[in-house]
T-cell receptor, first 110, second 113 residues
Framework: RKEVEQDPGPFNVPEGATVAFNCTYS??????FFWYRQDCRKEPKLLMSVYSSGNEDGRFTAQLNRASQYISLLIRDSKLSDSATYLC???????????FGSGTRLQVQP | SQTIHQWPATLVQPVGSPLSLECTVE??????LYWYRQAAGRGLQLLFY??????ISSEVPQNLSASRPQDRQFILSSKKLLLSDSGFYLCAWSLGTSNTEAFFGQGTRLTVV
């Protein structure tokens, strides 16, 4: 089983829709969680950290479910500019580097 | 503010040729540094990370090596490139002392022909 798993998609949604992605992780010792956005042929850019209590940044909401070992990203009122690949990442206890999922591709259509 | 520079942006190299990719970070001291590779349509694979000058940890056995000659400089090298070394190479940094996010350079797209 992969350490971090994501549905590759693509998720094709109309503008204005609400879309949610999940990311499951296999290591219960994971300590930190993040969502990154990656545009085609570009580097990943941090979208938001995921806190235990859940957190919101504008149209984006991230949540952590430790019991079921997954994190989620909710995007409300999708914009064309949200089209990208969304990567989840986590850091295991005692480890410096982040481990990434393979990403979920989102295509927002007019 | 902190910035990370990575070059070159694109590179086409013949099989068997050497490789040197450089990454530098500005605006922070003693960062953790990382090299990742992303194959087409795939996730990020950690290749190397470093917690200090001269300290390199290798994640996967391969045809590549890394060095950290200065606090904010990280170099990825190969003596002889293979076709399978093609990919998108990304340097990243994170703060050295806390459980924080990583920030990426612009990446080098390497094609071995």
């Amino acid at each position: 089983r992969k350490e971090v798993e994501q549905d590759p998609g693509p998720f094709n949604v109309p503008e204005g829709a609400t879309v949610a992605f999940n990311c499951t992780y296999s290591n219960s010792a994971s300590q930190s969680f993040f969502w990154y956005r990656q545009d085609c042929r570009k580097e990943p850019k941090l979208l938001m950290s995921v806190y235990s209590s859940g957190n919101e940044d504008g149209r984006f909401t991230a949540q952590l479910n430790r019991a079921s070992q997954y994190i989620s990203l909710l995007i409300r009122d999708s914009k064309l500019s949200d089209s990208a690949t969304y990567l989840c990442a986590h850091r295991r206890a005692g480890r410096r580097a982040l481990t990434f999922g393979s990403g979920t591709r989102l295509q927002v259509q007019p | 503010s902190q910035t990370i520079h990575q070059w070159p942006a694109t590179l086409v190299q013949p099989v068997g040729s050497p490789l040197s990719l450089e990454c530098t970070v500005e605006g922070t001291s003693n960062p953790n540094l990382y090299w990742y590779r992303q194959a087409a349509g795939r996730g990020l694979q950690l290749l190397f990370y470093s917690v200090g000058i001269g300290q390199i940890s290798s994640e996967v056995p391969q045809n590549l090596s890394a060095s950290r000659p200065q606090d904010r400089q990280f170099i990825l090298s190969s003596k002889k490139l293979l076709l399978s070394d093609s990919g998108f190479y990304l340097c990243a940094w994170s703060l050295g002392t806390s459980n924080t996010e990583a920030f990426f350079g612009q990446g080098t797209r390497l094609t071995v022909v």
